[in-house]
C-alpha cells in the first residue's frame, strides 16, 4: 500500500517537473520570438534611417515630411490596436514593421546632425540600459507593475515640458527633460518586461500568446527608441558637427 503510494507521489511529481520545464521552455521561446520581432524592428529603423540620410538628406531635413509621418504613425497605432483586437497577427507585424520604417525616416536628420562616433556611443549606452532594466524587470521581486501611474504620469510631463521647450531656450532647461526622458523610459522598460511576462503566464498555450508576443515587441521598441533618442540629446546636443 504504501509503495503504491509512493509511485504515485513519484509519478506526480514527475508530471509537475515535466510541466513546469514545459512551461519555462515556452517562456524562452516567446521571449526570443518578443525580443527577436523587436530587433528586427531597430535593424529596419536604423537601415532607412541611415539609407534616407545618406541618400535623401532633402527628405531628411524637411520638416513637412517629419510631420506627416508623425501623423502617419499615429494612425499606424491605432490600426495596429485594431488588428491586435482582431487576432490579425500578419497584418500587425507588417503595420508594426511599417511604423518602424516611418520611425527611421523621420528621425534620419540626427544622422545629419550628429557624428558617427556620438551615435554609436549613445546606441551602446541605450543598448546597456534597456538590457540592465529588463532583467530588472524579468527577475526583481518588487512589484514593478505598482510604477504604472508614476510612469505614466512622467510621460505627461514629458509631453508639457517639451511644448515648453519649443518656447524656452534655456539648456538647462533642455538637460532636464533629457535626464527625465532617460529615467522615465528606462522605468517602462523594466515595467513592460514585467508586463510581458505576466500576460504570458495568463496566455501560455493559446493563440492569444502569439498576439501579445507582437504588442510587447512593439512597447519594447518603443522604450528603446525614445531611450535611445533621450540619450542622444543627453549626450549629443554638444558634439554636432
Not at 524592428?41 to 527628405?59: D, E, G, S
Not at 501623423?71 to 491586435?84: D, G
Not at 511576462?197 to 515587441?217: C, E, F
Request: charged content about 10%.
Amino acid at each position: 500500500m504504501f509503495r503504491n503510494d509512493y509511485d504515485s507521489y513519484d509519478r506526480y511529481n514527475a508530471y509537475d517537473s515535466y510541466g513546469q520545464e514545459a512551461r519555462i521552455a515556452g517562456k524562452q521561446r516567446y521571449f526570443a520570438q518578443t525580443y527577436g520581432l523587436m530587433a528586427g524592428a531597430l535593424a529596419v529603423t536604423f537601415l532607412v534611417a541611415l539609407a534616407t540620410a545618406r541618400f535623401f538628406p532633402q527628405v531628411a531635413a524637411s520638416s513637412g515630411i517629419v510631420i506627416f509621418l508623425c501623423i502617419a504613425q499615429l494612425v499606424l497605432v491605432f490600426s495596429l490596436s485594431r488588428s491586435l483586437t482582431r487576432g490579425n497577427t500578419t497584418s500587425t507585424l507588417v503595420k508594426f514593421l511599417l511604423y518602424a520604417a516611418f520611425t527611421g525616416v523621420s528621425f534620419s536628420s540626427i544622422f545629419l546632425y550628429f557624428r558617427a562616433e556620438t551615435l554609436v556611443l549613445c546606441f551602446l549606452a541605450t543598448a546597456a540600459s534597456f538590457g540592465g532594466m529588463a532583467l530588472y524587470g524579468l527577475y526583481s521581486k518588487r512589484d514593478i507593475l505598482s510604477w504604472g501611474s508614476t510612469l505614466f504620469g512622467g510621460l505627461i510631463g514629458l509631453l508639457v515640458l517639451m511644448l515648453l521647450g519649443f518656447f524656452l531656450s534655456v539648456p538647462t532647461f533642455h538637460l532636464f527633460i533629457s535626464v527625465l526622458g532617460v529615467l522615465v523610459f528606462m522605468g517602462m522598460t523594466a515595467y513592460d518586461t514585467r508586463k510581458l511576462s505576466l500576460m504570458y503566464d495568463h496566455a501560455a498555450g493559446t493563440r492569444v500568446a502569439q498576439a501579445y508576443s507582437i504588442y510587447g515587441a512593439f512597447q519594447l521598441y518603443l522604450d528603446f527608441i525614445n531611450l535611445f533618442l533621450y540619450l542622444v540629446r543627453l549626450i549629443g546636443l554638444t558634439d554636432r558637427d
